[in-house]
């Protein structure tokens, strides 16, 4: 009786195999093309294809990216991505804010002309709010009724 597994693997590696043969037909059909001498007697390989060919190759390229990142074998497998909580010194992308505020990143561009919105950071040439000037703006902003 075999484990979980290795019959994991074993289709793992059916499935790996088929895409892999399904590519090689769609690069094979891709390379066929005619080669001539034009005019000026350079020689010319002109390549007809399929753009859903194409796109087809692309997928099946994908596909056998994804099957290889999976393996537990592979060196340098992607690692879940890190979430960290938002802390006092996390800076907003103007996107971000935009999103916070529910307004438009012209509008928050217009503001940082005008000198009226929270304060800004530049670093390397991104525009940066710092998220405690991004408290301080909108609690300046608040009315008392």
Known sequence: MSSPSSKKQQADAAARAEITKRLLALEHSLKSGS???????????????????????GRL????????????RRR???CPARTSAITDN?????????ARWHCSRSRLQHWRLDSKGPRFVKIGGRVLYALED???????????R
């Open 35 to 57: 080669d001539f001498i034009d005019g000026d007697g350079r020689r010319v390989t002109r390549v007809r294809f399929d753009l859903n060919e194409l796109k087809a190759a």
């Open 61 to 72: 390229r994908a596909q056998l990216e994804a099957l290889d990142s999976k393996s537990p």
């Open 76 to 78: 340098g497998a992607r």
């Open 90 to 98: 996390t800076f907003l992308t103007e996107a971000m804010l935009a």
């Open 134 to 144: 991004v408290s301080a703006f909108e609690e300046a902003q608040r009315t008392s």
